[in-house]
């Protein structure tokens, strides 16, 4: 079954510094990897997705995320945080000629001023 | 604009009873799904449905039911047979053909948070 494993389940991160999430998926040929954030008492919010060419995706709000084959991994990165982006990140995952997502767990970003 | 709309916000249920949550979708989208989140615990996935008048049990799909009347609408209804019903309820859509990028991938609610009282 495929699956999609955070790592992390929280981050403490200073305002201004990199950021680095980790997402690791189940093997599967051709994944679909996404990730979404949810602020507080929110639905989620699509970030960014992947399905072929470039590794490197850009997303929304300043926010990139890189695809590796050999690593089984879909890192999100901020080169620099903002009070803003304190939320829960979810990492998630279709295969080819599936639309259902499976989800991580979710990793908790708070920002420390 | 096209979006998907979970009512009320906030609910209460008091012991023994059932109680339902809205979610209407106007994108037209096939597939509709309900998730109960608990803190740390993600996403747990209650029920989805693909086409009307079809719908399946998801991992936690004890204590819950649901309808697909419409294509807009997949509402949740909690029962009295749920013993821990308190947490965050989101309902999400999304297609099921079509094989550009822009098919892939869920639109969510923004929730609704049931406490028992």
């Known amino acids: 079954a495929q699956s999609v494993t955070q790592p992390d389940i929280h981050i403490t991160v200073s305002e201004g510094a990199s950021l680095e999430l980790r997402c690791n998926y189940s093997?599967?040929?051709?994944?679909?990897l996404f990730w979404y954030v949810q602020s507080p008492g929110q639905g989620l919010q699509l970030l960014l997705k992947?399905?072929?060419?470039?590794?490197l995706v850009q997303g929304i709000k300043g926010f990139e995320a890189e695809f590796k084959r050999s690593q089984s991994s879909f890192n999100l990165r901020k080169p620099s945080v903002h009070w803003s982006d304190a939320a829960e990140y979810f990492c998630?995952?279709?295969?080819?000629?599936?639309?259902?997502?499976?989800f991580g767990k979710g990793t908790k970003l708070s920002v420390i001023p | 604009d096209g979006g998907i709309t979970q009512s009320p916000k906030y609910l209460f249920r008091k012991e023994g009873q059932n109680v339902t949550l809205s979610c209407e979708q106007n994108?037209?989208?096939?597939?509709m799904y309900w998730y109960r989140q608990d803190p740390g615990q993600g996403l747990r996935l209650i029920y989805y449905?693909?086409?009307?008048?079809?719908?399946q049990k998801g991992d936690i799909a004890e204590g819950y039911s649901v309808s697909r009347e419409k294509k807009e609408s997949f509402p949740l209804t909690v029962t009295s047979a749920q013993k821990n019903p308190t947490a965050f309820y989101l309902c999400?859509?999304?297609?099921?053909?079509?094989?550009?990028?822009?098919?892939?991938?869920?639109?969510f609610g923004s929730g609704t948070r049931l406490t028992v009282v």
């Open positions: 999400a859509s999304g297609l099921t053909s079509g094989s550009t990028q822009l098919n892939y991938g869920y639109t």
């Open positions: 093997y599967g040929a051709t994944p679909y």
């Open positions: 998630a995952r279709s295969g080819a000629g599936s639309y259902q997502l499976t």
């Open positions: 992947y399905f072929s060419g470039d590794t």
């Open positions: 449905s693909q086409i009307v008048n079809d719908f």
């Open positions: 994108l037209n989208h096939d597939a």
